[in-house]
């Protein structure tokens, strides 16, 4: 059997399901590219992060996290996770 290490806190938990995001952009220098971020609220709030992204990347994340019902974040790998198909489903 696995030894789970105890106690269980918010910090031990590396795999938390998206609750709500924002896209924000920031202005970089006159003449300069601006810069997007997109910050993800976990686990109605347990935990938060902030990834920095290009132009590109927004779009496609945009469209991704409109047509997903559930969206997973795994802290470490820093890897977001688009929905989910139960086995045995096409």
């Known amino acids: 059997m ?19 995001y924002q896209f924000s952009w920031v202005a970089g220098a006159p003449g300069e590219s601006g810069t997007w971020t997109l910050q993800l609220v976990l686990d109605q709030g347990a935990w938060e992060e902030v990834l920095t992204i290009d132009e590109d990347d927004a ?7 409109a047509s997903s019902r559930t969206v997973h974040y795994d802290i470490d790998r ?12 096409p």
Do not use: A, E
């Not at 779009?59 to 996290?65: A, K």
């Open 59 to 65: 779009d496609v994340l945009q469209d991704l996290l």
């Open 2 to 20: 696995t030894t789970v290490p105890q106690p269980v806190t918010d910090d031990s938990i590396r795999v938390r399901q998206l609750s709500h």
């Open 78 to 89: 820093r890897v977001l996770m688009f929905g989910t198909t139960p086995v045995g489903q």
